[in-house]
């Protein structure tokens, strides 16, 4: 399965932007899918994740501004941006797995919220 994220961009503070992540297949049966970010200088965290429980978890950072949805018919997972600040600047990154099986990651794709 390859992973490809998109939707990325440059943004003024208090914009919106939707990242998206397509699978070359079929991503019903994967039980996490994540977006994660890196900002220069700083460790990768998981930003966003949803469970194939139907659950979804958001870091602190990011509650109330950010969602995460899955359409499965499109084998996609999108990542809705709002009121976005300046310290969501980051490399954003998608990935996704099955209880026991290999750790799929898409490439990233740059996240500019300028002041």
């Known amino acids: 399965v390859q992973l490809q994220a998109c939707g990325g961009g440059m943004v003024q503070a208090g914009g919106s932007l939707r990242l998206s992540c397509a699978a070359s297949g079929s991503i019903f049966s994967f039980n996490f899918m994540g977006w994660h970010r890196q900002a220069p200088g700083k460790q990768r965290e998981l930003v966003a994740a949803?469970?194939?429980?139907?659950?979804?978890n958001y870091a602190d950072s990011v509650k109330g501004r950010f969602t995460i949805s899955r359409d499965n018919a499109e084998n996609t997972v999108y990542l809705q941006m709002n009121s976005l600040k300046p310290e969501d600047t980051a490399v954003y990154s998608c990935n996704a797995y099955r209880i026991g099986g290999p750790i799929y990651w898409g490439q990233g794709t740059q996240v500019t919220v300028s002041s």
């Open positions: 949803s469970i194939s429980s139907g659950t979804t």
